[in-house]
């Protein structure tokens, strides 16, 4: 991890969970981290949870990755104070329970925004700060297990994921979409799937808690695996599960 130090990460969905985690480990690794979030006082918390030191490393700023305003309003300033991205962590995401024969249309188009949308917002932003500086970055994904295949739901249960697999199946395809266009712009930026089991977050569904789980310091310690591969290794899938899952 030496050559990301005093370099700048991007970690969205930063207030729990996943980004939560890696944005604790990168700025004690020396990075400089940006966590992005739409609750405030959860980042605020972060923060001063954290030790003096690697407290001095942490900007926390509001953004809400589903509105492309907000995603340019935060990346302006960032490029601004900051000088550029290196290190993009796409860890923002929403599950939001119910049939997708039935649920609301608003909600589903609010997943899909998050989910799929958020994605492309950040990574364009971040990739075009790579490219201007020839930056050797890399864009993390996180995906999921759902994203490669749909396990059935417990028995004598509803499905609950509805359009959430259909989105993190999108993000499958925009990994190898990125990497083959990244490689035809002739930059050395690298992007990796992240793709977790079950972990114990928020996004969780209640009916699923009784099932092992990975925590969020597991994934979170995967992704500084993949970022501290040398630079002509790229680690373009790395999937998780918890030991016992019968998925």
């Known amino acids: ?37 739409r609750r405030l006082d959860r980042l605020e918390q972060l923060r001063e949870k954290l030790p003096e030191d690697p407290r001095s490393r942490l900007r926390i700023m509001q953004c809400d990755v589903s509105d492309v305003s907000s995603v340019n309003a935060v990346f302006d300033a960032v490029l601004g104070d900051l000088g550029g991205v290196d290190i993009l962590i796409n860890n923002a995401g929403k599950l939001s329970g119910g049939q997708l024969l039935t649920m609301s249309v608003d909600t589903v188009q609010q997943v899909l925004q998050t989910n799929v949308m958020g994605v492309v917002y950040c990574t364009q932003r971040a990739f075009e700060s790579m490219r201007q500086r020839q930056s050797m970055g890399h864009v993390v994904l996180i995906n999921s297990i759902v994203g490669h295949y749909i396990f059935n739901p417990l028995p004598g249960s509803q499905q609950e994921l509805n359009v959430y697999p259909a989105t993190k199946h999108a993000i499958t395809a925009l990994t190898e979409l ?70």
């Open 178 to 247: 990125f990497r083959q266009e990244m490689r035809e712009f002739k930059t050395k930026v690298k992007v990796t799937s992240i793709s977790p089991g079950l972990v114990n977050t928020e996004l969780v569904p209640l009916d699923y808690k009784r099932l092992p789980m990975l925590q969020a310091e597991d994934v979170a310690s995967a992704i500084m695996y993949v970022l501290s591969t040398p630079p002509h290794v790229q680690v373009h899938e790395l999937t998780i599960k918890p030991l016992g899952e019968p998925f």
């Open 1 to 37: 991890m030496e050559r990301w130090h005093n370099c700048v990460a991007v970690v969205t969905g930063a207030s729990s969970g996943i980004g939560a985690e890696i944005a604790r480990k990168l700025v004690s690794a020396g990075v400089m981290v940006v966590a992005l979030a």
